[in-house]
């Protein structure tokens, strides 16, 4: 079935620094992938997606890139802030085995705290 | 207007009881999910309706049950509580096409004591 590997945290990283979360996903299909994001005592919101290979999505500074040969969507911003601290997912989404069903499959989640 | 809201947002319970929470989305979407966050912060999928049809089961116990009196609201029935139901348990809702994107309510935090 599907999966998606996402790197462990927690992540601690000082305000401007550069920051890269792996995620590396397994799919029968051609599927679409997602980054999530939880700030403390909510719910998960879209920080970015992309549809097909090679698209990039981009949101906030944050940015991946859809890699294909690598099965790879790797979450980059160039200088983080501490209104970033929260935790990201990696997901993707594929159909089904039965075809109309669209399962959204989440990683294990990256906490992420940027000190001052 | 909130798309997709839970109730309780808190609910502690006794060990045995039966509970329910409900979610409610305004978003018009035709597929709603409920996922169960656990301490670390892993979310696992429970369940996921399309049009009222149950989709998706990943071997939850039978003691969670999916309710869905109509296309907005998807009501999460648990019973005989244990301790280890307790988590976060969040809705989620999501219109057609492989690429769009989910709507999450904020959360029940369930607390089994």
């Known amino acids: 079935g599907d999966s998606v590997t996402q790197m462990e945290g927690p992540v601690t990283l000082s305000e401007e620094a550069f920051l890269t979360i792996n995620c590396t996903y397994t799919?029968?299909?051609?599927?679409?992938l997602f980054w999530y994001v939880q700030y403390p005592g909510e719910g998960l919101q879209l920080l970015l997606k992309?549809?097909?290979?090679?698209d990039k999505g981009s949101n906030k500074g944050f940015e991946a890139t859809y890699r294909k040969e690598t099965t790879s969507f790797h979450l980059e911003k160039g200088s983080v802030q501490v209104s970033d601290s929260a935790v990201y997912f990696c997901?993707?989404?594929?159909?089904?085995?039965?075809?109309?069903?669209?399962?959204?499959?989440f990683g294990s989640g990256t906490q992420l705290t940027v000190l001052p | 207007d909130t798309a997709v809201s839970q109730t309780p947002k808190y609910l502690v319970t006794q060990m045995g009881n039966d509970k329910s929470i409900k979610c409610e989305q305004n978003?018009?979407?035709?597929?709603m999910y409920w996922y169960k966050q656990d301490s670390k912060k892993f979310l696992k999928i429970m369940f996921s309706?399309?049009?009222?049809?149950?989709?998706i089961n990943e071997t939850v116990p039978n003691r969670f049950s999916p309710k869905s009196p109509d296309k907005a609201h998807l009501n999460l029935h648990i019973n005989s509580l244990e301790l280890g139901d307790s988590a976060v348990y969040f809705c989620?809702?999501?219109?057609?096409?492989?690429?769009?994107?989910?709507?999450f309510g904020q959360g029940t935090r369930l607390t089994v004591v």
């Open positions: 989620a809702s999501r219109p057609p096409g492989q690429g769009s994107e989910a709507f």
């Open positions: 799919a029968t299909g051609y599927p679409s």
């Open positions: 992309a549809t097909k290979a090679d």
């Open positions: 997901a993707l989404s594929d159909l089904g085995s039965r075809g109309s069903a669209r399962q959204l499959t």
């Open positions: 978003l018009g979407h035709d597929t």
């Open positions: 309706y399309n049009n009222k049809e149950l989709i």
